[in-house]
């Protein structure tokens, strides 16, 4: 039972975007390896990831009839 | 031995289906409950994509789940992500679900539960999800393209910039009659007016603090709104029952429309994470959990439908809307059975975050599905009600009378008995002065969860969900029309800086003043009309919307059947191609009979005609005759309109047919843009999720 509850509320914090930042760090740590390690361009800090997200997330048609 | 237990069971829900359906069809004059809806629309559904999208999937669309997708070649941990097919189901039904299957089965309800009823299912399952589903593949296939993109390259630059100009004026006329609908909910009701008010500021607190005071903490923030939103329905009676208060909240249709447009330019100028960011936070959860919860009740509750399976109405004659019911059933159910809108999610959005192509039957036929299923809980809201009450909400008051006498008689005098009595006590019951002539779709609703929601969840708070209903629509109109309005400044913007290349500059502000305000004076002025219309305006723009929303439905099943040609697969092209020509069909008779129609209450034409021999006459009263001018010249621009309408969708489908032929005649056509073969790598280490 824990465990439903587990999965729905993973579910619940991706589907709001709750965890972005999270997945963005995990992009990070997977694709921009040789980034972290020249120090060249950190990760952004999570308020300026989440202005990036949210303005790129409304730039198109986003809602229907 | 399973497997003949699982053909088994897939007998059972066909025979189940086909008797609910049949039972649907075949009654006749006796109440019927509505659980035969919501049991011939899980069969229907079960079967079509058991069976057809499974086909269509496997060879026709031929969808390969060893191919990367533009989600994992072009990952780059924003836009492009390749994600669990149950978010991306998530993301795209909330994307595609708006008010339209709320609003069009509400209006389509005049004919009767069947007509509407049977269209919203084999509509979807045979045209809507195709669509979608077909669309969603093919922008898949093309590095995630836009539906306009994906016409130009695969058509020709005619079928493209007619793609655009059909998407910028389904916007414009979109958004003109979901405001009307909003204006015909807070009329004179201080307690609707204050909680749809209310939205703004919740919606901005809630946009700082995820801005600012948490950044990132969408969950936290949207709680917080949808506690706020929760009380502002509560406050809402303290408003209506306040002396002085509530006059504050007590307006006119007319300037409620102009607060809607001054609403409108805010919102399409102010940031994004201020208003509309927040707001729409705030209607998802609403809509997702609002849709939960009907479907809970009604199965609880099982209520009878009461109106008749066919009215007398579908000779034409209605109130609500004029027109028979070939074609104009079909084009007022758009979404819910077939909305070219939801192409544009479709390509482009979703595709962003599609990991692998199996699941796109599930996202793009399914997602579809799930639409049309709540479009079939609008039909049964809207059918449970007294068949008098509903008229006496929906009829405007140009049609039946402004006094409660002269309406409640005409609409007894129709066969469905209604009584001044009962509907005073139903507004008293909903928290209303009235309920009359509050066309659109939304009030009726209202009324028809409320009384569900009442039934099943307790009697004592009638009032607090006919409110709670009117915010849940009103929220996620309000949604549509600033997103609306923000894509139709983008859209301008961009057209704009073709001619003057600092226009198209989306962060300069003169531009964006300038564009902004010319798309909000474009739905601001349909919207003006509509509510200045004492017939309702809803009668002339829900049509409109229809037609405009058929024609982008038709244009991406265009763009589907030329590429089907194009790749060979002639002999499968009738399953985008048959949608597509019952689409023509309907639009192209609608259209016609909207412009040449005799009748005044079909014809544009002809009601201005009329009205222009009255005014001449003199036999028009002094209100009247002081705004016929402007209704007469509206009624010409809508003619024209939708002539522009049909010759576009026809000069789309000539453009389409030609590439076909062209390609079948062994002539050179443009090269199919399909990115290449790569294989896919999520495959054995999808397990991060």
Same mark, same amino acid.
């Given at each position: 039972m824990s465990g439903k509850i587990k999965t729905f509320w993973r579910l619940l914090r991706r589907l709001s975007g709750d965890d972005a930042y999270e997945?963005?760090?995990k992009h990070y740590a997977r694709h921009h390896q040789a980034d972290a390690e020249l120090e060249c361009h950190p990760p952004l800090s999570k308020a300026d990831f989440f202005k990036q997200w949210q303005d790129e997330k409304w730039n198109g048609i986003k809602r229907c009839c | 031995m399973n497997k003949l237990l699982k053909n088994a069971i897939w007998i059972l829900i066909a025979v189940l289906g086909a008797s609910a359906v049949s039972g649907i069809a075949l009654n006749r004059g006796e109440n019927i409950s509505a659980l035969w809806f919501i049991t011939a629309a899980l069969c229907v559904y079960a079967i079509a994509y058991r069976f057809y999208a499974a086909w269509i999937a496997a060879t026709v669309l031929v969808v390969d789940d060893s191919r990367a997708t533009p989600a994992e070649r072009l990952d780059n941990g924003r836009d492009f992500v390749p994600t669990n097919k149950w978010i991306v189901f998530g993301h795209h039904f909330a994307a595609i679900a708006g008010p339209g299957p709320l609003v069009g089965p509400t209006l389509a309800a005049q004919f009767g539960f069947l007509p509407g009823t049977l269209w919203i299912l084999f509509g979807a399952v045979l045209g809507g999800c195709v669509q979608d589903m077909t669309t969603l593949f093919l922008s898949t296939r093309r590095d995630a393209k836009s539906l306009g993109q994906m016409t130009r390259d695969e058509l020709g630059p005619l079928g493209g910039t007619a793609a655009l100009i059909g998407t910028f004026a389904i916007m414009i006329i979109l958004i003109a009659v979901l405001g009307l609908v909003v204006v015909n909910a807070m009329k004179h009701s201080p307690w609707a007016t204050f909680t749809v008010s209310a939205t703004i500021p919740i919606a901005m607190i809630v946009g700082v603090y995820m801005r600012y005071f948490r950044p990132g903490q969408v969950l936290e923030a949207s709680a917080l709104g949808v506690i706020l939103l929760l009380l502002s329905v509560a406050g809402g009676r303290f408003i209506d029952d306040h002396e002085t208060l509530r006059i504050v909240f007590d307006?006119?249709?007319?300037?409620?429309?102009?607060?809607v447009?001054?609403?409108?330019?805010?919102?399409?100028? @102010?940031?994004?994470?201020? @208003? @509309?960011?927040?707001?729409?936070?705030?209607?998802?959860?609403?809509?997702l959990g609002t849709i939960t919860l009907l479907a809970v009740a009604i199965i609880m509750l099982q209520p009878d439908v009461k109106m008749p399976a066919v009215t007398q109405f579908i000779d034409g004659t209605g109130p609500i809307f004029g027109g028979?019911?070939?074609?104009?059933?079909?084009?007022?159910?758009?979404?819910?059975?077939?909305? +070219?809108?939801?192409?544009?999610?479709a390509s482009g959005t979703t595709p962003k975050l599609l990991s692998n192509e199996r699941d796109i039957r599930m996202i793009g036929y399914g997602g579809m599905i799930l639409e049309s299923f709540v479009a079939i809980m609008a039909m049964i809201a809207a059918t449970v009600l007294d068949p008098g009450v509903f008229f006496a909400i929906n009829s405007p008051a140009g049609v039946v009378g402004a006094e409660a006498i002269e309406a409640v008689a005409k609409i007894s005098s129709w066969g469905y008995p209604v009584t001044v009595e009962q509907m005073q006590n139903l507004a008293r019951q909903m928290g209303e002065a009235t309920l009359f002539a509050r066309t659109g779709g939304a009030p009726s609703l209202a009324v028809g969860m409320a009384s569900i929601f009442g039934s099943a969840f307790g009697e004592g708070m009638l009032a607090l969900w006919y409110h709670f209903a009117i915010m849940f629509e009103a929220i996620f109109i309000l949604t549509t029309l600033d997103a609306g309005t923000r894509v +139709?400044?983008?859209?301008?913007?961009?057209?704009?800086?073709?001619?003057?290349?600092?226009?198209?500059?989306?962060?300069?502000?003169?531009?964006?003043?300038?564009?902004?305000?010319?798309?909000?004076? +474009?739905?601001?002025?349909?919207?003006?009309?509509?509510?200045?219309?004492?017939?309702?305006?809803?009668?002339?723009?829900?049509?409109?919307?229809?037609?405009?929303?058929?024609?982008?439905?038709?244009?991406?099943?265009?763009?589907?059947? +030329?590429?089907?040609v194009k790749s060979g697969k002639l002999k499968y092209a009738w399953v985008t191609g048959l949608p597509l020509m019952w689409l023509v069909t309907i639009t192209t008779t609608a259209a016609w009979q909207k412009i040449a129609s005799e009748d005044i209450r079909i014809g544009f034409f002809a009601a201005a005609n009329d009205l222009t021999d009255k005014l001449a006459a003199g036999v028009l009263p002094p209100a009247k005759a002081a705004i016929a001018p402007q209704l007469i010249f509206n009624l010409h621009l809508d003619a024209w309109l939708t002539l522009f309408f049909v010759s576009l969708l026809w000069l789309i489908v000539f453009d389409m047919l030609h590439v076909c032929v062209r390609y079948l005649s062994g002539k050179p056509?443009?090269?199919?843009?399909?990115?290449?073969?790569?294989p896919s790598r999520l495959v054995e280490d999808w397990v991060r999720d």
């Open positions: 997945q963005y760090l | 307006h006119e249709g007319l300037i409620l429309a102009w607060c447009m001054a609403y409108g330019f805010a919102a399409a100028i @102010l940031p994004v994470w201020l @208003l @509309l960011a927040p707001r729409d936070y705030l209607s998802t959860y609403m809509k028979k019911l070939f074609p104009f059933v079909f084009i007022t159910i758009a979404c819910g059975a077939i909305s +070219g809108f939801h192409a544009l999610i +139709g400044r983008f859209m301008l913007q961009d057209m704009l800086g073709n001619i003057w290349p600092k226009m198209g500059e989306t962060s300069w502000t003169p531009s964006v003043i300038l564009t902004s305000a010319l798309v909000v004076s +474009g739905w601001g002025y349909f919207l003006y009309i509509g509510v200045i219309d004492p017939n309702g305006g809803v009668n002339i723009l829900w049509p409109l919307f229809g037609i405009a929303n058929q024609m982008l439905a038709a244009i991406a099943l265009c763009v589907a059947t +030329g590429i089907l056509v443009l090269p199919l843009t399909e990115s290449p073969h790569m």
